[in-house]
């Protein structure tokens, strides 16, 4: 270590993490506002930060599968709070966005607490209420960013008409509730079709199209939404790829044959 320079400790690792996984894969960079303005809140040069955000980059799996190597000088601490932060997405999820609210002087009753009846969520429910809610905001962000908010069926580019759906239904697989690798985006009709077996993506991510639309051939509107789709490969993520196994298990047990 350069006199001068300080270490990072667990708490700025982990509010690093956190952006590193709310940001498209080319916004790392120092000029970035998002980066800026958390490097202010911790006191280090946004091109420390961004330089930090590539050694965690040097630690996704998903990159490497895709060649991409990242910054070569992560530290031993890099990589224990990335191996903790990907085995425990749940509990370090919140821990890090509490500390985000904290540092840029906001508490958790005023995130994304919309359409809380105060009537009846008071204190622990109330409670339990606004991590969830955090979580999913957190759950959407980052599977949006992984896909440069585009829908991975049709290339649709507006965050507005997207959404970050679950692989494994969030009801069936609380551990993997805030993985994104069980996360996957696209836009509503492709989701609601996804979510109900009509479609499924394959372990080898090609588009599969329930039989049950396929023989609806006579419909102009079946095939211009779904039946041109029809082993297509999706709109890849640049980082966080849709693990195989939460894909067999879709094309399995979801997916009307």
Known sequence: MKKGQRLWTRNELLLAINLYCKLPFGKMHKSNPEIIELSGFI???????ALKLANFASLD?????????????????????????????KQLTFESEKLFLELSDKNLETLNVSGIDHQIREGLEKKV??????NQSFFRKMILASYNNTCCITGISKPELLIAGHIKPWRLDKKNRLNPRNGIAMNPLHDKAFENGLITVTPNYRIKVSPILLKDKKSNSIEQYFLQYENK????????LPDTEFLKYHNKERFLN
Do not use: C, H, M, Q
């Open 43 to 49: 006191e280090r040069t946004p091109s420390s930060l």
């Open 129 to 134: 209420f606004v991590k969830k809610r955090i």
């Open 61 to 89: 799996p998903s990159l490497k599968a895709r060649g991409i190597k990242g910054a070569s000088n992560s530290s031993k601490l890099d990589r224990l709070i990335w191996e903790e932060f990907y085995s425990n997405w």
């Open 233 to 240: 490969e999706i709109i890849l993520p640049t980082k966080f």
